[in-house]
């Protein structure tokens, strides 16, 4: 392999991603930055190294988060076995390449009644002046809270995607993989209000400065909320609303695989951080409803 050829290299490998595999487009920026950052660090000669080189790699992301030096392994494992299976590489020094291994945090989320708080002042907002702006906002936390929309597939709904009594949208996730969201009667009420409001050739549910709402102004828009609410804003966010979605579907009943169609995870893996739901609702069922359970008396 001729030296200096890792950026040819290295696009070839993301296009593979995203022509193969599908990677959503944050996925493969990552990627890229992470390989050109390698390439970097090796003097334009990832392509070329040799398991001593990839060692010596793997020193510079030692103090990152966990989670950053577990993606950068990842993306460096992926590339080089990309090579070996293209014939590009006759060996493949990657494949025991350590990485921290990135810890799971449980994810953050709200109690009901936090939720409720939220409700409720977006009520007596609509009840005291159901302008246009806060219209949209009711729209936007029902279908965070309402469906668990990821924030940017949130903003970038089109224009007619929840017809009015139909019950679900069809949304574009990660990917470019299309899934069934549905929309309860409260959401949907919420839309049409917003939605009346809303060009009719406008290309965008949310549209805002000839494209659409952006990410961070939703961000900022849930903060500010929280904030009237009485919640501390660092406590919510689009992406906590969207935990505490699947977590109250969970405690009412809701299986693990439903969630992840829900969700639009593509590995159930990631549906399982919220195993320790489940599995508190259980031991309540348990103490409630077993016979020798804390809330019932032994059968006679």
């Known amino acids: 392999m001729t030296p200096g050829s890792d950026a040819g290299l290295i696009a070839l490998f993301l296009d593979m991603l995203a022509a193969e595999r599908g990677a959503a487009r944050n996925t493969l920026l990552a990627y890229g930055r992470d390989l050109e950052q390698a390439s970097g660090w090796l003097g334009g000669g990832l392509a070329d190294a040799d398991a001593q080189a990839l060692t010596r790699l793997s020193g510079h992301w030692a103090g990152l988060a966990r989670s950053s030096g577990a993606r950068k392994a990842s993306a460096v494992r992926q590339f080089f076995a990309f090579l070996a299976a293209e014939g590009l590489r006759a060996d493949n020094p990657a494949r025991d390449l350590a990485s921290a291994q ?170 399982q951080i919220y195993t320790h739901v489940a599995a508190r609702a259980l031991v309540e069922l348990v103490n409630a409803r077993h016979p020798l359970g804390n809330g019932a008396r032994p059968v006679a």
């Open 102 to 271: 990135a810890a799971r945090p449980l994810p953050k989320s709200l109690d009901p009644a936090d939720v409720g708080r939220l409700f409720a002042v977006l009520d007596a907002r609509l009840h005291a002046d159901p302008d246009p702006r806060t219209l949209r906002l009711a729209a936007l936390v029902e279908l965070l809270y309402g469906s668990g929309l990821r924030a940017t597939e949130l903003v970038s709904l089109p224009r007619h995607a929840v017809r009015p009594g139909r019950g679900f949208l069809v949304v574009l996730g990660k990917g470019d993989k299309e899934r069934l969201v549905p929309i309860g009667s409260r959401a949907d009420a919420a839309v049409a209000a917003h939605a009346a409001h809303v060009p009719a050739d406008s290309r965008y549910l949310f549209p805002s400065r000839g494209g659409h709402l952006h990410r961070l102004r939703l961000y900022q828009l849930v903060k500010e909320l929280a904030a009237d609410a009485g919640i501390p804003p660092e406590r919510v966010s689009p992406h906590v609303l969207r935990h505490a979605f699947a977590t109250h579907l969970l405690e009412g009943g809701a299986d693990l695989r439903t969630l992840q169609t829900l969700l639009g995870h593509a590995d159930i893996a990631t549906t």
